[in-house]
């Protein structure tokens, strides 16, 4: 069985592979290659932050909080509701209290997805959403 870490990233990439746009945009996972093209694109990562230790018992689980950001890359020189048009999709896509299983774990989003203010990178219109979870495990 994955580490409880692993399980926590497995569930929260499974529910990014299942988004359909469209059109459809290419992922840029954690580590992975990726052709930026031009027309846009999202880029996954993942941000673990601390573990909380809510209970007494040595055996009884933590909360791990965290964050899932999905950037959303659009076409540069355009209107800029396009990406804010797509960042919505995706921080739809993971409504509060959403359940997302892998394994023996259930990560939970903890409230609505937060669509940031665009910003330009040198190729692309950029629109940073992110996804706070919990898990109990």
Known sequence: MPSIETQIWLA?????????????????WPNEALIKP???????????????????GSTEPHQ??????????SKKNQDASVAAEIAGQVAAWFP???????GTVAVRVTKAPD???????????LAPTSVEYECFA
């Open 38 to 56: 031009i027309t846009g694109y999202l880029r996954v990562t993942h941000v673990p932050n601390v573990n909380r230790r809510l209970f007494i």
């Open 96 to 102: 509060t209290d959403l359940r997302m299983t892998y």
């Open 64 to 73: 791990r909080i965290g964050l899932l950001q999905v950037d959303v890359f």
């Open 12 to 28: 929260l990439k499974g529910r990014v592979a299942a988004l359909t746009l469209s059109p459809a945009l290419p992922i840029a």
């Open 115 to 125: 669509v940031a203010q665009a910003i330009a990178d040198d190729t692309h219109w």
